[in-house]
């Protein structure tokens, strides 16, 4: 399970209540993810991003789109996985929890809805100058030097993130001593 910090306006697109009931922590690697929904050209689209590590996906956002948010989400998250050359049991298990429905709740961090607002605009700019596709813009983001004040004062680039968090460091075996070989 997958827990995903709503805007306002979000839970109202969703029908949950206002103020939905604290969920359990979620069982997936990355953590929990924040999303907010917006307008470009009159289509809504429904931005999502982890907090762990800053990858953003950009999901349509129609009332039957809504309906299967958390598949479209893992679809897109695998797309990502595949660009960056990100596989293995952690990536699988994120993958598996995004595929079932979320676990909705208020966003209530004020750094995650900052952060949120300015990968957004930069989200609106691809799509208003650049005429690419959600998948194109979310490809871009993992490339995009950002900053967050709970992550550190440096620039994070999410793709590094995410193979920090997803792909397991090498286990270093001991030399055996001359000693032992004999």
């Known amino acids: 399970m997958t827990v995903l910090h709503c805007s306002q306006k979000l839970l109202r697109r969703l029908r949950q209540p206002a103020t939905p009931p604290e969920p359990p ?3 997936n690697p ?5 999303a907010d929904i917006d ?5 809504p689209f429904a ?3 982890n907090a762990a590590t800053g990858a953003l996906l950009v999901l349509p956002a ?7 948010l958390h598949l479209m ?3 897109q998250l695998a797309g990502l996985l595949a660009a960056c050359g990100i596989d293995g049991p952690l990536a699988q298990a994120e993958l598996d929890a995004l595929a079932q429905p979320f676990a909705f709740t208020r966003t209530r961090d004020r750094s995650w809805v900052a952060s949120m607002n300015r990968r957004k605009f930069e989200v609106w700019t691809h799509f208003a100058y650049g005429g690419i596709s959600a998948f194109e813009a979310a490809l871009r983001e993992l490339e995009t030097p950002f900053t967050r004040k709970d992550l ?3 620039y994070h680039v999410a793709a590094d993130l995410l193979r920090r968090h997803l792909l397991p460091s090498a286990k270093i075996l001991p030399f055996r001593t001359p000693a032992a070989i004999h």
């Open 39 to 43: 307008f470009i050209d009159r289509e």
């Open 30 to 34: 990355l953590g929990p993810w924040c």
């Open 152 to 154: 550190g004062r440096d």
């Open 47 to 49: 931005l999502l991003m």
């Open 62 to 68: 129609r009332a039957a789109d809504l309906k299967v």
């Open 25 to 27: 922590p979620g069982d």
């Open 73 to 75: 989400a893992a679809k």
